[in-house]
């Protein structure tokens, strides 16, 4: 059984910055892709940043503010988040596709909202 842990959300103003973090755990051989996704009230989730460690794909919407990074040798991924925008504010999901044995996970979500 694979698990995510996220954590690093919050509170923040607007121009702030704020670090994610999700550690995957389980039984993995390899990981294809990691990423991160967002979900605003009302909104249907969105794809944030994805990476496989050689490509990397951002949102128009963050690029530039938001980076990601990727630990293999401990199945972490972060996302540093700068110049936050209240438009940012939403529930942040990480997502691991996984290459052997074949599955794609999800963590349970961190909330993260910008005050204007």
């Known amino acids: 059984q694979v698990q995510l842990v996220e954590s690093g959300g919050g509170l923040v103003q607007t121009g702030g910055s704020l670090r994610l973090s999700c550690a995957a755990s389980?039984?993995?051989?390899?990981?294809?892709?990691m990423g991160w996704y967002r979900q605003a009230p009302g909104k249907q989730r969105e794809l944030v940043v994805v990476t496989n460690g050689v490509h990397t794909n951002y949102a128009d919407s963050v690029k530039g503010r938001f980076t990601i990074s990727r630990d293999n040798a401990k199945n972490t991924v972060y996302l540093q988040m700068n110049s936050l925008k209240p438009e940012d504010t939403a529930v942040y999901y990480c997502?691991?596709?996984?290459?052997?044995?074949?599955?794609?996970?999800w963590g349970q979500g961190t909330q993260v909202t910008v005050s204007s």
């Open positions: 389980g039984r993995i051989f390899s990981i294809r892709d």
């Open positions: 997502n691991l596709v996984a290459g052997i044995p074949l599955g794609n996970y």
